[in-house]
Structure formats: C-alpha cells, structure tokens
C-alpha cells in the first residue's frame, strides 16, 4: 500500500505492505499496547455499529490518540456506515483507504456483475454505479482507480492509503484476500516494470496536489 500524510504530519512516507493495526479489546490491554510502538503508524478499524465492541473501539480511539478507518468502497453501496466513509464526512484524524486487503482491488469492484462471490446484486450494483458518478462528478470509468485515488488524497484525512493493485490499475485477479477462504490468498506480487516512471510521476503530481 502506499501511505501518504499531509505534509504537517511529520511522517510522511510511501510503504509497500499493509500499515500496523491494533484491535483494543479493553482500556488495560490499549494502555500495554500503545507504549510498545513507538513511531509505527497505527490505526484503529472501524467495526460495524452492530458488532460487539464497536462502542468501546470508538471510545478508546480519542482516548489513546489512534486514528480511524475508512474505505471508500463502502461509501457508495449498502454498508451500514456508507455516510461516514464519504469525503465530507470525514474528520481529520483518519486513515482514508480506496480499498482494503479485505476488498477486492477498485478496477475489480467496479467491474464486478453481482455473481459469483460477490454480496451485492446486479441492481446494487447499477444504484452504487450511479451514486458513485454523481458523488465523484465522473462520466468515464476507464481509470475508476485514479478517480478514487484522487477522492482520498484530495480528501482532509491526515493519511491516505492506496494499495498498489489500484495504483496500477489491476482488475479481480490482483485481489489480496477474501474473507472465509483459505486458499490463494496473499499470493499477489507485482510484477518487475510494473512501477513505471509515468506512474510515479502521475501519482507524484497528485500528491504534490493535495498538499501530501
């Protein structure tokens, strides 16, 4: 993935590999955890409201000064937190992500038909198109992975993540996990030329662009 702060934040940097993650189940295991850290970036999953401890990972984020989460993926379909994880929404002490290990890459969400493994139905996935292009003011969805990658980097979250399928612009076959298999996850590597000169600069002049 590549992570991107504002340039009042003094870590600002580029990674490849997903960032460190704490998942705090009560005040006295955060309290042990965090001094362990140190620098490393570390941030808090939001969990669904509906999950138990939702309420007390919410609580323990200002508390211990951890960051939260959002996927712009979620943004536009059913997700009970879709409001949230929209740009206006966002405060500044998150971590905006196009997409998670979890999820398949942007090209392969977007051009899913509502089979196979998928959650949503074809007409979810016609309403999330829709709402998608009027929220993010686009017509041509050739390069969807740019048009996301440009709502978070351009959003006022402190970090914005990107992971690298979408940078390259990979569809479903670059996807790093999915939830309930066990088999042929983790398994993507990007190619060698992959990271060309004309991405690094196209993805350089965004980030000059949003202040990152």
């Known amino acids: 993935m590549g992570n991107t702060s504002r340039t009042t934040n003094t870590n600002t940097f580029f990674t490849i590999g997903p960032l460190r993650m704490m998942s705090a189940t009560a005040d006295r295991s955060a309290e042990a955890y965090t001094p362990q850290l140190g620098s490393v970036q570390h941030y ?6 509906e999950t138990s401890g939702a309420s007390l990972v919410e609580k323990l984020r200002p508390q211990f000064g951890l ?3 959002s996927l712009l993926q979620f943004t536009f379909g059913n997700h ?16 905006a992500c ?31 198109h829709d709402f998608a292009r009027a929220y993010l ?9 740019w048009v996301m990658i440009r709502a978070v980097e351009a959003s006022v979250a402190d970090v914005a993540t ?5 940078v390259v612009g ?29 991405l690094s600069a196209r993805l350089r ?3 000059t662009l949003c202040d990152r």
């Open 205 to 207: 002049s965004l980030v």
């Open 170 to 198: 990979l569809g479903s076959m670059a996807r790093m996990n999915l939830p309930g298999t066990v088999i042929g996850n983790w398994k993507w590597r990007y190619r060698p030329g992959a990271l060309s000169g004309e």
């Open 80 to 95: 009970p937190q879709g409001p949230s994880f929209r740009p206006h929404n966002y405060s500044r002490d998150l971590v």
């Open 162 to 166: 990107v992971p690298l399928q979408d």
């Open 44 to 49: 808090c999953r939001k969990i669904r409201p």
């Open 67 to 69: 960051p939260g989460m």
């Open 98 to 128: 196009t997409g998670g290990h979890d999820n398949d890459t942007t090209v392969g969400w977007w051009s899913s038909s509502g089979k196979g493994d998928s959650t949503r139905t074809p007409e979810d996935i016609r309403k999330e």
């Open 137 to 145: 003011h686009f017509d041509d969805d050739s390069e969807i992975n």
